[in-house]
């Protein structure tokens, strides 16, 4: 038999879920993030032994009553069929007590990676619908849509630390490309912490100034910089913000030295052997080209003061219990081809968090399309939605492997509040988004 209890100690709450493998969306922090929602932690014991945390987050909805929201699931062993048993049976009877609508859980267990299938998931999705949970087989009603995630792994076979020079030769060869070519067409990347943007709020306008024209352009959910700071507060030693900049100055002062050496090559071709003209040639026309990329960058940016240092790319990411999450990321639309910064970016987010020890980088989540459910109930294969097409090949550009999650998972309390959580509530949803992008459409 095990206990289960709520959590005073977080301490020992968190130590469990850094120590287990958790996710930064199943330790305490996460709860002084999702402020509209209220928490409770409970832990689970076999004797004295902690098995199991949950953090579950309440919040009251208009005629839907209390939602519950466990992040990530609960953490623990999904294979101990027993322990899943009897914490379903105990957030049954918590939920009787707190009257709750629902009780929806996504558990972060792989269904499928690269296309081939993982037992465990199925495994998971057998033991949670025999407990009495349902499969949510609506991805548009999801309360965190992030049922495909993409991953790097940065640590070998062996479990030996990849260097950024080995991950950089999996990708394909336009990330590469602007990998390498980045310094020379004036790009800067800058790594800020809580502490920094406290000291110089301008950090964050840029970074917003990056997230808003991304926006502008997919269908991402629109946080506003009171969130992020938030966020950087809450996991202030596990997160901070990369920003990448375009410098004008560093752009000329190097434009100037490729003339001026192709001023050199240009002299010594009257010289040189004819079996070398060749490869002089060659290099002239390589300044060329960049001249001509630079070309475009200057009239692109004429707007611009000459010494500029543009925001052109941002990233935001937490690196809890060796895992580096991407929240935010994206590139603003100046520049945005010429420099291909947002490879540049993501290459040395993934470097930084070898730097620091993490075994595998996370590259954000990918909307997918509402997908078929197979004849053992699980999901069907998780294509991206239409808009998302493209990010999930950028991504997939970078090296990263596909996993596909069993999905979200809701054990339903009360019935007539729930058919109004789930049917109605989802098209007061829609209009209400509807209205925001009107809003800010308006606004600019």
């Known amino acids: 038999m095990y206990s289960f209890k709520t959590q005073d100690d977080l301490k020992s709450f968190d130590e469990f879920v850094v120590k287990n493998g958790g996710s930064y969306l199943q330790c305490s922090s996460w709860s002084g993030v999702k402020t509209a929602w209220k928490p409770i932690f409970y832990s689970g014991y076999d004797g004295d032994e902690m098995v199991l945390t949950c953090l579950v987050l309440r919040r009251k909805l208009p005629v839907a009553g209390t939602v519950w929201y466990i992040s990530c699931g609960p953490v623990c062993d999904y294979q101990n069929e027993q322990l899943q048993k009897e914490f379903a049976e105990f957030i049954k009877g918590e939920m009787q007590k707190h009257k709750a609508t629902c009780a929806i859980s996504d558990p972060m267990i792989p269904l499928r990676i690269n296309g081939e299938e993982c037992e465990q998931g199925k495994l998971a999705h057998k033991m949670l619908v025999k407990y009495g949970y349902t499969l949510n087989k609506d991805i548009e009603t999801y309360t965190y849509k992030h049922p495909v995630q993409l991953f790097i792994n940065l640590k070998d076979e062996n479990g030996q630390a990849v260097t950024g020079e080995q991950i950089l030769k999996k990708c394909e060869k336009g990330v590469r490309y602007s990998v390498r070519v980045g310094k020379s067409r004036g790009l800067l990347a800058k790594t800020y912490t809580y502490d920094d943007i406290e000291k110089d709020p301008c950090i964050m306008q840029d970074f917003m100034s990056v997230m808003e ?106 690196r809890y219990a060796g895992v580096a999450s991407c929240l935010f990321g994206g590139t603003r639309n100046i520049v945005r081809n010429n420099t291909r910064s947002s490879h540049y970016l993501n290459y040395l987010r993934i470097c930084k968090s070898i730097d620091l020890g993490c075994h595998i980088h996370d590259l954000g989540y990918v909307l997918v399309k509402t997908p078929e459910v197979t004849h053992d109930g699980t999901l069907g294969e998780l294509c991206p939605a239409d808009n998302f097409v493209g990010i999930c090949d950028f991504k997939k550009s970078m090296g990263s492997d596909y996993y596909e999650f069993i999905g979200e998972y809701i054990l339903v309390g009360k019935k007539l509040r729930f058919l109004f959580y789930s049917k109605i509530m989802p098209s007061a949803k829609k209009l209400k988004m509807k209205l925001i992008k009107l809003i800010r459409k308006i606004k600019r």
Do not use: H
């Open 213 to 318: 024209d991304t926006s502008g352009r997919n269908d991402f959910v629109q946080r506003d910089s009171d969130y992020c700071l938030n966020l950087l507060k809450s996991f202030k030693e596990e997160t901070d913000i990369m920003l990448v900049y375009y410098d004008k100055q560093q752009d000329l002062k190097l434009e100037n030295e490729r003339l001026e050496k192709r001023e050199i090559l240009e002299k010594s071709l009257s010289t040189a052997p004819e079996k070398k003209q060749r490869g002089i040639r060659e290099e002239i026309d390589s300044i060329d080209n960049n001249t001509k990329s630079f070309n475009a960058r200057c009239e692109e940016t004429k707007d611009y003061p000459q010494n500029a240092s543009i925001p052109v790319a941002g990233g935001l990411t937490i």
